[in-house]
């Protein structure tokens, strides 16, 4: 019930869609009664009383009615669907919105196929409880009453025979939809697992192709589409059983209402007119009812996606978004105070780390895979928080700062370069939102990637492909170099690529990395003896805790786990520091 209104709040935001369509939905109701008035006037007043003078106007009247009523109907249905439209897309931007408020946490738990089932289809299927769902009721009910209103003023007590099924019909509707909803709920659930599988694989589409794997990608689709038929069809069994029986209680009524009809037509106790009349307004009477499975089914979906719908809106935003404090500006300096953390109740990822970065200096992670390197920049950059300890930028606890503030400090060069499926511009542009185009060249030329941007044929209007896929990796490295420098943050977190690249393209990548690290501060991931030895800082993590620290000639002396890991991964470095 909650929810429902919660459904209906959110309509009253369009006061006049949903206000006209709720009157042309009244007045059509209102104009039901025409056919059964014309009826009874035909058989008691016409044939009855022998008076053809009266077949035109009462034809006209009752074909005047029901055109007004059809025309109605069309303009409600016009108000219905725009009113839908409107809803759809509010509930779909504030859910977007929403997604980029929820914090990193909550998409670790959350897959993207999972989300983009909720986005794409939950809410039209939410918003048809409004269309649908409360429009049709509100009309069926009118309709009902009005008839039976009717049909008191005609005959009260045939109008007491016709209802006898009604109270068997209300029981046999209210038990299965309150059956069926968690069989909804359990076939919605499906169709998202179905989803997310279809967003992987399609993300992992070369890895499947690469493995060929297609058989067993293809069974786990073939597992998981073949379950939300079973969960569908669950449904479909029991409403293949119900809604005859529905159907034969209300019709079994009809035979009952003639039969009582008829005796008091020869009781003399009411009209042949009156009866004939009662026959076609029963059609208007169980109208409402004989929809009930399609609302009753629609209510019932609608709130399981509702629900789906809100139980995102309802997340608690990222903490500390937007408040907090926003200083001046940032010099650099970094400092990590006793700090632990760790993604789960298991052993902690990051334990106890202390260490500081002096503004302008560059502080290389190193070690195993799994250390907790990339876990250290995602504390950086808050994407997480430290489970104790304090990291302080410039002096200030970094959990009572602006995490839009610090994020608008930051360039995070990540390992995979992300593009977006836009232009070269557009994707430049993020970095900084009024960058000229002199501007991107000369970030383009410092990252070393202004060359194979020139020679593309649209220039910076090429469009980067779907992550990127037009540009090969080594490119799309420095297009997220040349991102940051147009950036120009006074902390950068850098994850160093550890593909191979030739030695041209390592070189080009090198020189463009250099370019970005001068003169501010820079924790980097490295994966190159070249950075490692050019680092003022460099700390050696293992399983999550930080064993040696100095710079390459102490540690190299010290002769222990950097000395080892140096010889284990760089033995084979193709870009020895100079
Ligand atoms: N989102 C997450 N949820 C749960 N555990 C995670 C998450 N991200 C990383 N981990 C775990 O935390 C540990 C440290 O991971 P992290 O990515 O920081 O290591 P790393 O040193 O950067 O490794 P690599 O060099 O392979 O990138 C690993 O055991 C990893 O499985």
Known sequence: MAILKRILRLTFRFPLQSGLSLAMAVTCTVLVLVLPGVTMRFVDVIIG???????????????????????????????????????????????????????????????????????????????????????????????????????????????????????????????????????????????SALNAILHDNLSGIRQIKAYTVEPQALETFDKASRKVGEKTMTVMRGQALVWPGVSFIAESGIILMVAFGAHWVLADQLSKGAVISFLVAWGFLFDPISRINTLSQTFTKGIVSAERVFKILDTPDEANLTEGIRPERMTGHVRFENVSFSYSEEAPTINDLTLEAQPGETVALVGATGAGKSTVLNLLTRFYDPTSGHILIDGVPLDTISKEWLRDQLGYVTQESFLFNTTLRENLLL???????????????????????????????????????????????RLSIARALLKNPPLLLLDEATSALDNKTERLVQEALENLRSDRTCFVIAHRLSTVQKADRICVLHHGTLVEQGTHAELIRLGGSYAKLCEATFANDPRPAA
């Open 49 to 191: 009383q022998k008076r053809p003078d009266l077949i035109i106007p009462t034809a006209s009247v009752g074909i005047g009615a029901i055109l007004l009523r059809q025309l109605l109907f069309t303009l409600r249905t016009y108000y219905n669907n725009s009113l839908e439209l409107k809803l759809t897309h509010l509930i779909r931007v504030e859910l977007y919105d929403k997604l980029q408020r929820l914090p990193v946490k909550w998409f670790d738990s959350n897959s993207s196929g999972e989300i983009m089932s909720r986005v794409a289809n939950d809410v039209p299927t939410a918003n048809r409880i409004m269309i649908e769902g409360v429009d049709q009721a509100i009309a069926a009910i009118l309709q009902f009453l009005i008839v039976v209103g009717y049909m008191c003023w005609l005959s009260w007590q045939l109008t007491l025979v016709t209802l006898i099924p009604l109270p068997f019909i209300a029981v046999l509707t209210t038990w299965w939809s309150r059956r069926s909803e968690p069989m909804w709920r359990e076939s919605s659930e499906a169709t």
């Open 431 to 477: 970095a900084k939102h009024d960058a000229s185009d002199d501007e991107i060249w000369a970030a383009l030329e410092a990252a070393n990637a202004a060359g194979f941007v020139r020679a593309s044929p649209d220039g910076l209007a090429t469009v980067a492909g779907e992550r990127g896929g037009r540009f090969s990796g080594g490119e799309k490295q």
